[in-house]
Nanobody, 125 residues
Framework: QVPPVQSGGGLVQAGGSLRLSCAAS????????VGWFRQAPGREREFVAT????????YYADSVTGRFIISKDNAKNTIYLQMNSLKPEDAAMYYC??????????????????WGQGTQVTVSS
């Protein structure tokens, strides 16, 4: 297993949309979950969303619920984060991460095993 590879991101006006992609190596069965986290300057990395691959069960942070959608394309072994109605406070470096084994702490940074390289999201007001 190797770290996932991210793409997407960029600059968008408030209220706009962006989609981030996370290409995981190997097979979907190699992972329990794939998550998205973000980190703004001077702040800790925080949970955004994750998807339990078996059953495609999604979980979201309260701050993005109703605006962001996490999904998976099985054929491409790629996880997407569709971000709608973006706000200036959503601006951050976004990271995807893969989690190999089961555990209940799916919102914690330390629960994930491999991290993508990060992609910048900038939201202008």
């Amino acid at each position: 297993q190797v770290p996932p590879v991210q793409s997407g991101g960029g600059l968008v006006q408030a209220g706009g949309s962006l989609r981030l992609s996370c290409a995981a190596s190997g097979r979907a069965s190699d992972y329990y979950a794939v998550g998205w986290f973000r980190q703004a300057p001077g702040r800790e990395r925080e949970f955004v969303a994750t998807i339990i691959l078996r059953g495609r069960v999604p979980y979201y942070a309260d701050s993005v619920t109703g605006r962001f959608i996490i999904s998976k394309d099985n054929a491409k072994n790629t996880i997407y984060l569709q971000m709608n109605s973006l706000k200036p406070e959503d601006a951050a470096m976004y990271y995807c991460a893969t989690k190999v084994g089961y555990s209940s702490d799916i919102e914690y940074v330390g629960a994930y095993d491999y991290w993508g390289q990060g992609t910048q999201v900038t939201v202008s007001s």
